[in-house]
């Protein structure tokens, strides 16, 4: 072998080298970083699962306390005569955030009303009214949907069940078929299902009727008379009585659980002042005080507050039998 020979073979015996150096380096900074990276993902992993320990209650496959259907729509779960502090809860079907509250903390109210430590108040809204559809259809089935599982008594199981099947916003959801097929999970008889399948074929018909006839020309209208400044300050129950006066009927609301809803959702917005006004869903109230969302997401938090709370008054009147069944 020649001299420039050994010299080409020295140069390539020393670059092999040098890449073997760099590639054990690469190895051990690899080995490092997915070391690190484990430890991150294991404290991660662990402060995600304290978090939810707190945040999840474990779930309450106790009975029922009574659920007594009120006049405006709203449904009281409360033991008999318990004098306890009153929880209020706004929330419509459609709402992510409060499919969110209900399984965090569904069944915290459930395991307070059955050991006489609260009395929940469920007030469904519909937030969602005026958007366009599906997003406001589905709000509006479902809520009217609600409502009639609360004539047989059947509110809290069925409001459970929208939660679980709650459609991706903006895509069609709360059929008619699956309201009606949900309704079957509940203890209704046979008798039961037929009255609650009429009642939601009746009200599936008012909410077409509602968000894809009345609102729009109502709306178009209400824009060209009294501008959008004025009509974004507005509740939707105030525009329907400002149309009622300018040529748009809302007769065929009346009776319906449709109208009850739209009608319970502006006098949310109406009936709360300063801190504790009203602004969406879900809102928390205890003891007619809003509470924040570090409490009312948390289990801790809700049942720390409920537990620290005094008695109180809830101010709906049942209806008839209360919705017994």
């Known amino acids: 072998m020649g001299s420039e020979a050994r010299k080409r073979s020295r140069e390539k ?6 890449r073997e150096k760099r590639a054990a380096k690469r190895t051990k900074t690899l080995i490092v970083i997915g070391a690190a990276a484990a430890v991150v993902v294991l404290v991660v992993g662990i402060g995600f699962a304290v978090l939810n320990a707190d945040r999840r209650d474990s779930g309450y496959e106790g009975a029922l306390p009574p659920q007594a259907l009120q006049e405006d729509g709203s449904v009281v779960l409360a033991q008999e005569g318990a004098q306890a502090p009153v929880v209020e809860v706004y929330a419509d079907f459609q709402c992510p955030a409060c499919r969110q509250f209900e399984l965090l903390n569904g069944d915290v109210l459930k395991r307070n ?16 009214a005026q958007q366009p559809v599906p997003i406001s ?22 409001n459970d069940i929208l939660f679980e099947n709650q459609p991706t916003e903006g895509n069609e959801g709360f059929t008619v078929d699956e309201l009606k097929d949900w309704f079957r999970q509940t203890d209704a008889n ?20 509602f968000t894809e ?8 209208d209400a824009m060209a008379e009294i501008g959008e400044e004025t ?10 009585s400002w149309g009622a006066d300018h040529g748009h009927d809302p007769a065929f609301l009346d009776g319906t659980y449709t109208g009850e809803i739209i009608t319970a959702t502006g006098t949310a917005y109406t009936r709360y002042s300063g801190d504790n006004t009203f602004r969406g869903t879900p ?3 205890l003891n007619g005080e809003l509470l924040d969302n570090n409490t009312a997401m948390t289990v801790r938090g809700l049942n720390e507050a409920i537990a620290s709370a005094d008695a109180g008054e809830v101010d709906t009147q049942p209806m008839g039998d209360g919705g017994a069944e």
């Open 13 to 18: 015996i020393r670059e092999q080298r040098e």
């Open 113 to 128: 009303a059955a050991e006489g430590n609260a009395i929940v108040h469920y007030r469904p809204v519909s937030i969602f």
């Open 137 to 158: 259809s589905n709000s509006l089935r479902a809520g009217a949907a609600a409502r009639a599982a609360a004539e047989h008594g059947y509110f809290v199981e069925y």
């Open 190 to 209: 046979a008798e039961q299902e037929g009255e609650f399948d009429r009642r939601i074929d009746e009200e599936a018909a008012v909410v077409t009727t």
């Open 213 to 220: 006839d009345y609102l729009p020309a109502l709306t178009e």
């Open 231 to 240: 009509l974004g300050t507005m509740v939707l129950s105030d525009l329907i």
């Open 283 to 285: 809102s928390v109230y």
